[in-house]
Nanobody, 122 residues
Framework: QVQLVESGGGLVQAGGSLGLSCAAS????????LAWFRQPPGQEREFVAA????????LYSDSARGRFTISRDNDKNTMYLQMNRLKPDDTAVYYC???????????????WGQGTQVTVSS
């Protein structure tokens, strides 16, 4: 089992920046890919970014590319998401996920955190 805990969410004005963290614990040696998803109000969960164990493969959604940066520190078992130039459309609950393949689909990920709220005001 792998446990994931997100932190760093909050309220920010449009154009601002926010950094999220995801701390992994448990059988972390089984985790190859870490990813961020988000679920806007009333919408389905959607892919944001994913990173392989050594960071050699990184994927971004179209909305995240150029504004968000995903990274991970394996020594700390922690993943990060730096979000810049935030827009009101980025308002969502952001989830950390862990799995094996570097994929964009929700059903490819086995472990999930509880989520952290990000609200971007206009």
């Amino acid at each position: 089992q792998v446990q994931l805990v997100e932190s760093g969410g909050g309220l920010v004005q449009a154009g601002g920046s926010l950094g999220l963290s995801c701390a992994a614990s448990g059988e972390t040696h089984t985790v190859y890919t870490l990813a961020w998803f988000r679920q806007p109000p009333g919408q389905e969960r959607e892919f944001v970014a994913a990173i392989s164990r050594k960071g050699s493969t990184i994927l971004y959604s179209d909305s995240a590319r150029g504004r968000f940066t995903i990274s991970r520190d394996n020594d700390k078992n922690t993943m990060y998401l730096q979000m810049n130039r935030l827009k009101p459309d980025d308002t969502a609950v952001y989830y950390c996920a862990a799995g094996t393949p570097v994929e964009t689909r929700v059903d490819e990920y086995e472990y999930w955190g509880q989520g952290t709220q990000v609200t971007v005001s206009s």
